[in-house]
């Protein structure tokens, strides 16, 4: 790759790329060891087993990455986040978050090893062009659309020139009260900063969108659970599209489903509702050719590092993945949960 082909960080920062790149990715483990463990305070006692076994997942497999490359070919891999969070000591922090410091890692250490980061609305024009999508392009997005993406993702986003989509659930926009589902919001919103669980603004939004690098999408309108009522999907998508048509002038938008849910009937709704996609949590790489109304993402843990994320988007935490269920296939009995 030419210092013209780099992302604008790459070829400003080249200088700073080598070490992390020649160090093993189980050794890079343990030199950001430090960053692993944060992790820990996110968890509810309910999901400690899946967490670890994702955690241990991403550990086992990061070596592959970079003793055999990549295994995504003409693939590509979107990243879910939800919340971008700046710790505050005797505060727990909020499921489903990574800290400041962690989602700067992520980024610079991405953008180190060359991979780049693409807009949503540039992959669907290459989508619908037939054209192929460049090796380790990724895509950034964040779901609900909490304040602290303002205040928290947004400068280092800016700062690196990543551009990124975030799906806002229209409802919620300039409230101060939680979403109905974030169930962590009800039981904390008293004791911890209201950026961590109150919505964007419209004019947060706007002054985001107005950069270029932000791209607005819909999470719907109330963040309902629209499993087997794909007609109120429809309804209630054609209401967040006229929510974003007249505060941010967007003809179509794209969408990431609430929950993840999806379902042949939601995907048809969304698709009538005047959608450009449907984003799933389904954790596997994307085939430009698909239907885009299917297209997975990977979440992004509170411990994730730059170098399992290159895992993620390189395709062997999803080899492994299938390869756990394959084995709880074989063995009903080892266990719930999944990488």
């Known amino acids: 790759m030419t210092q013209s082909d780099c992302h604008p960080w790459q070829r400003q920062n080249s200088h700073q790329t080598g070490f992390p790149v020649l160090i093993p990715g189980a050794l890079y483990q343990l030199y950001d060891s430090a960053g692993y463990w944060d992790g820990l305070q996110f968890y509810l006692p309910n999901h400690r087993l899946v967490h670890f076994r994702r955690r241990l997942a991403s550990i086992m497999v990061t070596p592959l990455t970079w003793l055999l490359g990549s295994r995504a070919d003409q693939l590509f891999g979107i990243l879910m986040y939800h919340r971008v969070v700046q710790p505050i000591p005797s505060i727990a922090l909020p499921r489903e978050s990574v800290t400041t410091r962690r989602f700067r890692q992520q980024m610079q250490g991405l953008l180190s090893w060359g991979y780049r980061p693409w807009p949503l609305r540039k992959i669907l024009d290459y989508h619908n062009a037939g054209r192929s999508i460049p090796p380790k392009t990724f895509l950034v997005t964040f779901d609900d659309g909490y304040e602290c993406i303002y205040h928290e993702a947004w400068p280092i986003l800016r700062e690196l020139a990543v551009p990124a989509t975030v799906f806002v659930t229209t409802a919620y926009l300039d409230t101060d009260h939680p979403l109905s589902s974030d169930r962590w919001a009800k039981e904390n919103a008293e004791r911890s900063p209201a950026i961590w669980w109150r919505s964007l603004s419209t004019e947060q939004c706007a002054k985001m969108q107005a950069s270029g ?88 843990e509170s411990y994730d590092t730059a170098a399992t994320l290159a895992t993620k988007l390189g395709g062997w935490y999803s080899l492994a993945q299938n390869a756990w269920y ?14």
Do not use: Y
């Not at 430009?288 to 997975?296: A, E």
């Open 213 to 300: 690098l932000i791209e607005l999408g819909s999470h719907s309108h109330t963040h309902a659970d629209f499993r087997t009522r794909p007609e109120a999907l429809r309804a209630d998508l054609q209401t967040s599209l006229g929510v974003l048509r007249d505060r941010f002038r967007l003809r179509d938008a794209t969408f990431a489903f609430p929950f993840g849910h999806c379902e042949a009937a939601l995907a048809k709704a969304a698709q009538q509702a005047g959608m450009l996609c449907a984003l799933t949590v389904e954790s596997e790489l994307v085939d430009p050719r698909s239907n885009p109304f299917t297209w997975g993402r990977f979440a992004v």
């Open 326 to 339: 394959r084995l709880r296939r074989l063995n009903p009995k080892s266990g719930r949960g999944h990488p």
